[in-house]
């Protein structure tokens, strides 16, 4: 019972948090929303049983991403002073797309019979790297080489002299 | 049992991903692209870890994947950030209404 409240709690302040993120004119209080519903996606993640998850969400989107997103936008002084023009036909055409998007799935969520096993399992942190290191090792390894690309990338990109 | 149920969390999944998509439509600023973004490949977590509870004998299939969802956003964040950085030392403006060089 407390457990449904809980969620519902969550499942608003997330999706207000998501259309705050969205919403404010302002990127700087854009990032800060987005902050806030990283934290609601990270308890939806502990609802689903996956705690270590919720921590990864926690260190990696809120650690590392936001605070790259907020450093980006406070190292270009005025992006956050120029506020862009907005033209309602444009905000209505975007909202019919995503309405009609929203109004699909919910009808296909609703509409299908959805196959159903037990919840019982293993969701420990052993399986997961036992998973890591036994089927799918060859994607592990791929990512990191896609991160370690990306860094190489990032700095390569923004260190060119000559450019400005 | 709302939250024992794998229809709630693919309701909330589907608004977030719906108000993704409606960010990335009308925003014209980089930077707020780049948050809804981050809400798409969120509601794409939450979709892999509901089904992971649901409806997959392995549970640990799903939470291998979200790992990946959440690795390659950091890289992609990483390149477009500094993209972005770029392009506002060139064009000093981020609108990507002004970003056109490369229209044929």
């Given at each position: 019972?407390?457990?449904?409240?809980?969620?519902?709690?969550?499942?608003?302040?997330?999706?207000?948090?998501?259309?705050?993120?969205?919403?404010?004119?302002?990127?700087?209080?854009?990032?800060?929303?987005?902050?806030?519903?990283?934290f609601?996606?990270?308890?939806?993640?502990?609802?689903?049983?996956?705690e270590?998850?919720?921590?990864?969400?926690?260190?990696?989107?809120?650690?590392?991403?936001?605070?790259?997103?907020?450093?980006?936008?406070?190292?270009?002084?005025?992006?956050?002073?120029?506020?862009?023009k907005?033209?309602?036909?444009?905000?209505?055409?975007?909202?019919?797309?995503?309405?009609?998007?929203?109004?699909?799935?919910?009808?296909?969520?609703?509409?299908?019979?959805?196959?159903?096993?037990?919840?019982?399992?293993?969701?420990?942190?052993?399986?997961?790297?036992?998973?890591?290191?036994?089927?799918?090792?060859?994607?592990?390894?791929?990512?990191?080489?896609?991160?370690?690309?990306?860094?190489?990338?990032?700095?390569?990109?923004?260190?060119?002299?000559?450019?400005? | 049992?709302?939250?024992?149920?794998?229809?709630?969390?693919?309701?909330?999944?589907?608004?977030?991903?719906?108000?993704?998509?409606?960010?990335?439509?009308?925003?014209r600023?980089?930077?707020?692209?780049?948050?809804?973004?981050?809400?798409?490949?969120?509601?794409?977590?939450?979709?892999?870890?509901?089904?992971?509870?649901?409806?997959?004998?392995?549970k640990?299939v799903?939470?291998?994947?979200?790992?990946?969802?959440?690795?390659?956003?950091?890289?992609?964040?990483?390149?477009?950030?500094?993209?972005?950085?770029?392009?506002?030392?060139?064009?000093?403006?981020?609108?990507?209404?002004?970003?056109?060089?490369?229209?044929?």
């Open positions: 019972m407390i457990a449904d409240i809980v969620f519902i709690g969550l499942a608003v302040v997330l999706l207000t948090a998501a259309l705050l993120a969205v919403w404010l004119k302002n990127v700087f209080y854009n990032a800060l929303a987005l902050i806030l519903c990283l609601c996606v990270a308890g939806i993640f502990i609802y689903l049983n996956s270590f998850l919720a921590i990864m969400e926690v260190i990696i989107y809120i650690g590392a991403i936001s605070i790259a997103i907020i450093f980006a936008i406070m190292l270009s002084r005025p992006m956050f002073q120029q506020h862009e907005r033209d309602i036909k444009k905000i209505l055409r975007s909202f019919a797309i995503a309405a009609l998007l929203f109004f699909g799935l919910i009808k296909t969520i609703c509409m299908t019979q959805w196959l159903q096993v037990s919840i019982e399992g293993d969701y420990s942190i052993r399986a997961l790297g036992k998973m890591f290191l036994g089927e799918s090792v060859l994607p592990f390894e791929a990512v990191s080489l896609v991160l370690l690309v990306a860094i190489i990338g990032a700095l390569v990109i923004s260190n060119t002299k000559d450019s400005v | 049992m709302i939250s024992q149920s794998l229809q709630s969390y693919l309701l909330v999944s589907a608004g977030l991903f719906s108000i993704g998509v409606f960010g990335l439509l009308f925003r600023n980089l930077v707020a692209l780049l948050i809804s973004l981050e809400l798409i490949l969120n509601s794409a977590s939450i979709n892999f870890l509901a089904f992971n509870k649901f409806s997959l004998a392995n640990a799903g939470q291998v994947f979200v790992v990946f969802i959440i690795a390659l956003a950091a890289a992609e964040v990483c390149i477009a950030l500094s993209l972005i950085l770029l392009l506002y030392k060139r064009k000093d403006s981020i609108n990507i209404e002004q970003a056109s060089d490369l229209k044929g």
